[in-house]
């Protein structure tokens, strides 16, 4: 019960930061949703102190699903902390009403917190908020085999950046493309890196999960 008070007080704490309106038009993933300004101004806004599974993902279409559930439609008021100078992207905190968001999705169990970086007045909310998804069973604490973290599976996928810091294919190994048994795959990544490679022996009922 301590911990739920905690995750309140944190869901309706009020910023010192100056916010911003910005009307919901859709969200791309689990954390990243887009503005449309007029007839050609797009504002793409990503959440800050969380990460959550790529849409390729076991659980990336119920990350997807959560956050469309909260604000697509809505305005929200964002706290800007960070914009790429190459996408323009903007990061920050989003609250609907004065509730900041991330903590419902994390307590959904719809995205993992983010320690690096995150101020200290927000780990222990943040990480409580965690505990009650992973208490419950909830969305990527559901149970079975582990998940693959989603800065680990752009690792996989995408691993090795050019020098301008943007990331190409990775190559697939015929041999682990054709292998039938989990038992050669030292740890679960190495599994499935294979089943990203397009290995579909190890993963039989085909959720994305190798090795299950």
């Not at 009922?205 to 090795?211: H, L």
Request: proline content about 6%; charged content about 20%; some cysteine.
């Amino acid at each position: 019960m301590k911990i739920l008070y905690l995750v309140i007080a944190i869901l309706y704490s009020t910023s010192l930061f100056a916010q911003q309106d910005y009307h919901i038009n859709d969200c791309l993933d689990g954390r990243t949703c887009v503005s449309v300004v007029g007839v050609d101004t797009i504002f793409t806004l990503r959440l800050a102190y969380i990460d959550t599974p790529e849409r390729a993902q076991s659980y990336g279409s119920y990350s997807l699903f959560q956050l469309r559930g909260i604000i697509q439609g809505q305005t929200i008021q964002f706290e800007e902390l960070s914009i790429d100078p190459v996408t323009g992207w903007r990061t920050g905190r989003m609250y609907l009403n004065g509730v900041d968001i991330a903590p419902q999705l994390l307590m959904q169990g719809a995205a993992y917190p983010v320690f690096e970086g995150m101020p200290e007045e927000l780990v222990d909310p943040y990480n409580n908020a965690r505990l009650i998804a992973a208490q419950g069973n909830q969305g990527v604490w559901g149970g079975g085999a582990p998940n693959l973290l989603p800065w680990m599976y752009r690792k996989i996928i995408d691993p090795i950046p050019d020098a301008d810091g943007n990331r190409g294919s990775v190559a697939c190994p015929f041999s682990i493309q054709v292998e039938t048994e989990c038992e050669v795959f030292e740890t679960f990544e190495q599994a499935q890196f294979a089943r990203l490679c397009g290995n579909l022996a190890i993963d039989p009922d085909n959720d994305g999960v190798a090795c299950e």
